[in-house]
């Protein structure tokens, strides 16, 4: 299907393009818009190029907040000195992401606004308490992440709405990201699980793949080193009373809900034996 190409160079000017136009995807990345175009399973008759604006291309600290723009590509993301410590999730999202050519173009927003179940940034994104900023030309709208997600590949942005960031809060912590896959390399999750330990001792677990939206399990604790091993069980039995996993051609229910708890009993092992 034939598109008309448009590359606004001001925020203003794509949402103006949005509010007055309609049938028009944005292109940040592209590396699920353009396959899905090419293969036929999505047409449009507007394709909006944002790369050129701006306020996009923000990585940085903004007081007690770290932005990362709609723009950022996931290589330049894993290459900050910006995204450590209690961020090292966002790190370990975006290297089980796909390979270095790829990330070379997907960004954070994109793989968010995508909102498949099994997306690797939503977990990590979520359990560090991420805004996203939407902008119109009605102004900017802040939303929770953890308000953002509605289905399978669905979300609560309207159509004249484009996401220009996302923000963090600046916690200390740490935090992690682990994946199962059916295949070394390049695969989607078949279960994805990150886990933010804030200083205060309040552990926080986000899932991916194993429901319609991603799963967050929040205010869990305050656990120290000694009693985050001793509640392992009650850790489990938060997140098992939260996912709702299927059986499809990636694996079996069964094998999602084995692998969530696995994966929560790794985290606490890893925490423990580096504290």
Not at 219 to 232: I, M, T, V
Request: one cysteine or more.
């Amino acid at each position: 299907m034939s598109y008309e190409f448009l590359r606004p160079s001001t925020l203003k000017e794509a949402a103006e393009i949005l509010d007055r136009r309609e049938d028009v995807r944005i292109l940040a990345g592209g590396t699920d818009l353009l396959i899905l175009l090419r293969n036929g399973m999505l047409g449009c008759r507007y394709m909006l190029d944002v790369k050129k604006i701006p306020e996009l291309h923000v990585l940085e600290r903004n007081g007690d907040r770290l932005e990362i723009g709609g723009a950022v590509n996931l290589n330049r993301l894993l290459e900050s000195p910006l995204v450590d410590n209690a961020f090292c999730a966002l790190r370990d999202g975006a290297a089980t992401l796909a390979n270095s050519l790829l990330r070379n173009r997907a960004t954070l927003v994109g793989n968010i606004c995508n909102a498949s179940p099994g997306g690797d940034m939503l977990p990590p994104a979520l359990v560090l308490d991420g805004t996203v900023h939407a902008a119109s030309v009605s102004g900017i709208r802040e939303i929770p992440l953890a308000e953002f997600f509605t289905g399978v590949k669905k979300h609560v942005l309207k159509k004249n709405e484009l996401v220009t960031k996302i923000a963090f809060p600046v916690k200390k912590g740490k935090s992690v990201y682990l994946k199962k896959t059916r295949i070394k390399g390049h695969d989607l999750a078949q279960v994805g699980v990150s886990a933010f330990w804030a200083e205060d001792g309040t552990l926080s677990v986000a899932l991916g793949a194993v429901a319609p939206t991603p799963v967050l399990v929040a205010g869990l604790g305050p656990y120290d080193r000694k009693s985050l091993e001793k509640a392992r069980e009650e850790i489990e039995e938060a997140v098992r009373k939260r996912i709702s996993p299927i059986s499809d051609t990636r694996g079996s229910k069964e094998y999602r809900t084995a692998m969530a708890r696995y994966f929560i009993g790794e985290i606490i092992s890893r925490w423990k034996e580096a504290a």
